[in-house]
C-alpha cells in the first residue's frame, strides 16, 4: 500500500521520517539526527511511564535501518544491529526501539527477545514496514504520509479530521466501520434512502448505509410495502467531482420539493455527508487550522 522505496536509500531521510513519526506518537526527542558518526544510536526518545509509587522517564535507543531500496529488500540482520546492549548501556538507556522499512530477521528477533527475556535490557519495540503502514493510514498521520511519501499518498486516499474528532461510518448491520474497510476494497458499501411517494414526490423516511450483501438484506427483502429505495455506491461518493455532483443533486431536489425528508432522515443524510468527507477532503495546514481557531463540531 505505502512505497517506502520513495524516501532515497542515504538513510537520512529515513531517520528524519523515524524521529517525526515517534513524535506524532507522543514519545519526547532526547537526540536528534545529526551527521556524522553516532556512536550506535540514530536518535535517543523517551516517555513517562507511571508506576505504582510514580511516574518515570523511559529512555530508548532507536536505531533506524532502512533497506526497502535494496535490491532484494534484505531483513534486518542480527550483523547488522551488533552490540545492542553495549549501544543501550552507553547511552544511558533503558530500552531499544528497531524502525525498519523491512523487517527484522528470526535471528534478530530471537536475539533481542533473549536480551528481554534475560532481563538485560526492559524492553523492546519493532516498528516493520507493516506497523508503520497501519499507522500511517490511521487519523491523525496523514501529514506524514504526504510530506514523505507523496506518491503513496496519492494512491491510499487517507483519513482527515474535518471537525474536532473522527467520525466512524458503521454498517447498519455488522458494525464494521466502513471508511477503515474502504483501505481493503473502495466499492464495499452503498448509501441507501428508504422512500414511498405520491405522484410528485419522493418522501424519504429513511436512510442508511452498509456493506453489500448480506448486510444490506433489507433493501432487496424487508421493505414495508409501498415502500422502494434509492442506494449509491459509497465508492463513487468519495470521488471528488462525484461528491459535489450528488451534494448538488440532493440541495436541487431539495429545492424542488420533488424530495421531501423526515426530519430524522435528513440529520442521518447530513452525519453521512460529514463522515464520508473524511475520505474526501485534503489534509488542512496548520496555518488555515490555526485561522479557523479549532476543528469545528458542525450543527446539523
Known amino acids: 500500500m505505502i512505497d517506502f522505496k520513495e524516501i532515497d536509500k542515504s538513510g537520512e531521510e529515513w531517520e528524519l521520517f523515524c524521529r517525526d513519526f515517534l513524535n506524532h506518537l507522543g514519545y519526547y526527542i532526547e537526540s536528534s539526527v545529526d551527521r556524522g558518526p553516532d556512536g550506535g544510536k540514530d536518535l535517543i526518545v523517551s516517555e513517562q511511564l507511571k508506576g505504582n509509587l510514580g511516574n518515570y522517564r523511559f529512555k530508548w535507543l532507536v536505531s533506524c535501518k532502512h533497506f526497502a531500496n535494496r535490491a532484494s529488500s534484505n531483513s534486518v540482520k542480527e550483523v547488522d544491529e551488533p552490540n545492542i546492549l553495549e549501544r ?116 424519504i423516511k429513511d436512510v442508511y448505509w452498509s456493506c453489500k450483501g448480506e448486510c444490506d ?54 452525519e453521512f455527508i460529514i463522515a464520508i468527507s473524511q475520505k474526501v477532503m485534503r489534509e488542512m495546514t496548520q496555518e488555515e487550522i490555526d485561522r479557523i481557531g479549532k476543528l469545528v463540531v458542525f450543527d446539523y
Request: hydrophobic fraction near 30%; charge should be positive.
Open 217 to 270: 438484506n433489507i433493501r432487496n427483502n424487508n421493505l414495508p410495502k409501498g415502500y422502494y429505495t434509492n442506494w449509491y455506491n459509497i465508492g463513487d461518493l468519495i470521488i471528488p467531482t462525484k461528491y459535489i455532483e450528488w451534494i448538488l443533486g440532493t440541495m436541487n431536489k431539495i429545492e424542488s420539493g420533488k424530495n421531501i425528508y423526515d426530519k430524522s432522515a435528513l440529520a442521518r443524510q447530513k
Open 88 to 203: 543501550i548501556e552507553s547511552f544511558n538507556c533503558d530500552g531499544f526501539i528497531g524502525f525498519y522499512s523491512t523487517l527484522a530477521s528470526s535471528g534478530l528477533n530471537t536475539r533481542i527477545t533473549q536480551l528481554k527475556e534475560n532481563k538485560k535490557i526492559k524492553d523492546v519495540r519493532i516498528f516493520d514496514y507493516k506497523l508503520i503502514e497501519n499507522y500511517l493510514i490511521r487519523i491523525g498521520y496523514s501529514d506524514l504520509l504526504m510530506r514523505y511519501f507523496p506518491e503513496s499518498y496519492k494512491q491510499v486516499k487517507p483519513l482527515h479530521l474535518v471537525t474536532d474528532e473522527y467520525i466512524p461510518l458503521n454498517c447498519k448491520t455488522c458494525g464494521k466501520d466502513i471508511l477503515q474497510e474502504m483501505f481493503k476494497d473502495q466499492y464495499h458499501a452503498n448509501f441507501v434512502q428508504i422512500f414511498n411517494y405520491d405522484e410528485k414526490n419522493e418522501h
